[in-house]
T-cell receptor
């Protein structure tokens, strides 16, 4: 059974600081996704990582994938309050299907 | 281009009742999947449909069922509701099952009393 674990689950940080969210998964998978969810809202796609060594960046967020270590990271650079949200990673359970297994989510709070 | 539309947005039911939730995917998208989100269990996969066929199903009891119509719209049904079925139900679409990006709707918040 595929398991996806994120850490930390809760993160409170100051504006301007850097931090990293980790996502570990238990079995081989072709794709890893990162999503953002604001309170009471739906999931917003941030990144899709398709291969070992893949790195994608959007603004202050950068995601990377190490398929050998079964690890993805989401790095936040010089955090700003608007990045406060819950971040989920997810992995394809079945190759070529939309059957995602999600991590528990990391609730990120960025304080002024 | 309109996003994924889910109706209703909120729903209150009592135990034992049944409920039907609707999802209209983005125009041109043929693949629809459903997820349940609860504080305790997080996000869990329910079903996936492509061209009116259920391709994958999650580990949920038979009370949970779904279907997809020829216009790609999808419905899910939960019969004999239990308190534990209270959740946010999210629908996602993509233009084919191997597509990289899923687009999620705003969800239906179901409360079972």
């Amino acid at each position: 059974e595929l398991k996806v674990e994120q850490n930390p689950l809760f993160l409170s940080m100051q504006e301007g600081k850097n931090y990293t969210i980790y996502c570990n998964y238990s079995t081989t998978s072709d794709r890893l996704y990162w999503y953002r969810q604001d309170p009471g809202k739906s999931l917003e796609s941030l990144f899709v990582l398709l291969s070992n060594g893949a790195v994608k960046q959007e603004g202050r967020l950068m995601a990377s994938l190490d398929t050998k270590a079964r690890l993805s990271t989401l790095h936040i650079t010089a955090a700003v309050h608007d990045l406060s949200a819950t971040y989920f990673c997810a992995v394809d359970w079945v190759q070529g299907a939309q059957k995602l297994v999600f991590g528990q989510g990391t609730r990120l709070t960025i304080n002024p | 281009k309109a996003g994924v539309t889910q109706t209703p947005r909120y729903l209150i039911k009592t135990r034992g009742q049944q409920v039907t939730l609707s999802c209209s995917p983005i125009s041109g998208h043929r693949s629809v999947s459903w997820y349940q989100q609860t504080p305790g269990q997080g996000l869990q996969f329910l079903f996936e449909y492509f061209s009116e066929t259920q391709r994958n199903k999650g580990n949920f009891p038979g009370r949970f069922s779904g279907r997809q119509f020829s216009n790609s719209r999808s419905e899910m049904n939960v019969s004999t509701l239990e308190l534990g079925d209270s959740a946010l139900y999210l629908c996602a679409s993509s233009n084919n099952p191997t597509n990289e990006k899923l687009f999620f709707g705003s969800g239906t918040q179901l409360s079972v009393l």
